[in-house]
Each structure stands twice: as C-alpha cells, then as structure tokens.
C-alpha cells in the first residue's frame, strides 16, 4: 500500500493546498519511517510468506502499526505540526498520519495488533486484501488516480487565478508539476507491486 498513502496526500494537497506537500509525504509513511529503527533493531519483524511478492508477508510492527501505536503518533505528529504551522495544519497532519493505519488495515493479513506490543493478545486485524492482488492493485490505483486527478486540477485552477504573463508561467509550472506528482505516484505503484518498496 505503499503508492496508496503517497495518492492519498496528494489527494489532501490539493484540498489543503496550505499544508507543505514533503509534511504530507511524510506523515503518510511515518508510521513505516518509525518501523524502520525497530525493525533493524528485531524488535518488529517481517515474515515472509509464499505468493507473487506483492504484500506477500506478514508484518510485526506491534508498536508502530498497533491502533493505539498509531493514534499516539498522529496525535504527537499533528501536536508538533500545530506548534509549527496552527491547529489547523496540525489536525490535517494528524490525520493523515492516522489514515496510514485505515489503509494498511484494509490490505494488511490479520497483523495489526490493537494495542502496542500485542498487549492483551486481542485478535489481530487486517481485512486481507493483499490475498487478492488484483483488488488491492486496484485500490492503490484508484488512490494514485485520484491523488493525480485531485493534484493537476488543483494546481491549474491556481495557476489560472494568477495575472498577466505570469498565468502562462504558473499554467507551465502547474502542468510540470503535476506530471512530476503522477510519474512519481506511479513509479511508487511499480516498486510497490515489484516488491521492490
């Protein structure tokens, strides 16, 4: 679900064009950015398991991908985010970070623990849509779509706001950068699907 977090921030930037675009990059991933550390220390793991390689493990992270693991960092996410730009701009990046854990629970195997370390030995969750590749591709490609779509019609609604000469160099900027947004959105799809992110 790599390239799906990455679709849905640019799907909020182009409704919360105030946000900065590296902000939302960032908390859409971090609860992955966190995982790293843990993960190279053993303390969570990933376990591979057979199949084409696209979602094909089952993932410990029983800190940082617990619900409550992932409502503590959004929230200290979206508390620093509100010191540095305002509640407003603190609550969206609070969010976003949290959606991180909606959309893993919809493609993740039943590995999502509810509360840190697996506390409690509750029943794992995940809806499992990594068992069905062609239904969990389609999500991320329906994200990455709309992320695109949301993004570009963003960008040159903005552009065309703009005076004189400059409209023509923001309408140039804008189309730039929105397929600047796409081909990246895409080449996070390919990697995602390869196994290769």
Known sequence: MFA???GLAAIVKAKRPEVP?????????LLDVVFVPLYLSGIETIEPVAGDGYGEA???ADYTHS???ALVLAAVAGWIASRWQGKRIGSVIGAVVFSHWLLDLLVHRSDLPLLPGNLGQW????FELWKYPVVSIGLEVALIALGAIFYFRNVLQRAGS???HRRSRAKTWALTSGIVMTGLLVLSL???VLGVG
């Open 67 to 69: 619900l409550l693991g």
């Open 190 to 192: 390919v990697t995602d």
């Open 58 to 60: 089952v993932i410990h």
């Open 4 to 6: 799906g977090h990455f």
């Open 123 to 126: 029943p794992l969750l995940g």
């Open 162 to 164: 703009a005076d004189g």
């Open 21 to 29: 675009l590296w902000a939302l990059m960032l908390s859409t991933q």
